[in-house]
């Protein structure tokens, strides 16, 4: 059975952009974007929202980039399935790409069943859907040593998990890699 893992990366106060939308500050160095890519090799299947998959669809078309761990990132992307979740989006654009217009908790579950490699949950609107159904084995966090004071939290609120920390890892420039199981039999959401 594949794991559904959701991930992202934070300011220390949990925010994955500004009030203004600004997210620059948590541009992954070339060492913790080396880390991520190892972490995303597993991975057969990214499932999406609108908004973050169009941000992605930029690794669709990356040109080669002087950074070896961007190409080895876009080659990542580009060899994995993605389900963008939208009522909005009149179509995709990438390759290996379909449109689902609602989440289906049972549907997801299927997926968990029958992949053939981890599914990634992107996104904090998204990953509410699947926090909450109880779908989610695993939280990765980077945590980027600054604080934004407000703005796009990575975490619904309502939402409860008991997690066990598996690993952690501290990187030169201060970033801290943490990641969690959901233990299962707790209550996945308090509304």
């Keep these: 059975m594949a794991k559904l893992v959701y991930a992202m990366i934070a300011s220390l106060d949990g925010y994955i952009a500004d009030e203004d939308g600004d997210f620059s500050w948590a ?4 060492e913790v974007h080396g880390f991520i890519n190892e972490l995303e090799r597993p991975l057969a299947t990214y499932l999406y929202g609108r908004n ?19 190409n080895d990132f876009a080659e990542l992307w580009r060899a ?5 979740y939208s009522t909005t989006l009149p179509e995709v654009s990438t390759p290996r790409t379909r449109l689902v217009r609602s989440f289906d908790p049972e ?6 069943d029958t992949s053939e490699g981890d599914i990634a ?17 695993e939280c990765h966090l980077f945590v980027v040593p600054v604080v934004r004071g407000g703005g796009l939290s990575w975490l619904p609120e309502g939402v409860r998990l008991d997690l066990e920390l598996i690993e952690e890892k501290r990187f030169t420039g201060g ?3 943490l990641r969690y199981g959901v233990k299962r039999g707790a209550p996945p959401a308090a509304r």
């Excluded at 541009?27 to 070339?30: M, T």
């Excluded at 669709?60 to 070896?68: G, I, T």
């Excluded at 949950?121 to 084995?137: F, K, N, Q, Y």
Aim: charged content about 25%; cysteine-free.
């Design 27 to 30: 541009e992954p160095d070339p």
């Design 52 to 70: 973050m998959y169009e941000m992605m669809t930029a690794w669709q078309d990356l040109p080669v980039d002087e950074r070896a761990e961007m």
């Design 80 to 84: 994995a399935d993605k389900i963008v």
């Design 107 to 112: 549907a997801v579950a299927r997926l968990k």
């Design 121 to 137: 949950v992107s996104g904090p609107g998204l990953a509410a859907h699947a926090l909450r159904a109880g779908l989610v084995d």
């Design 175 to 177: 970033v801290v890699f």
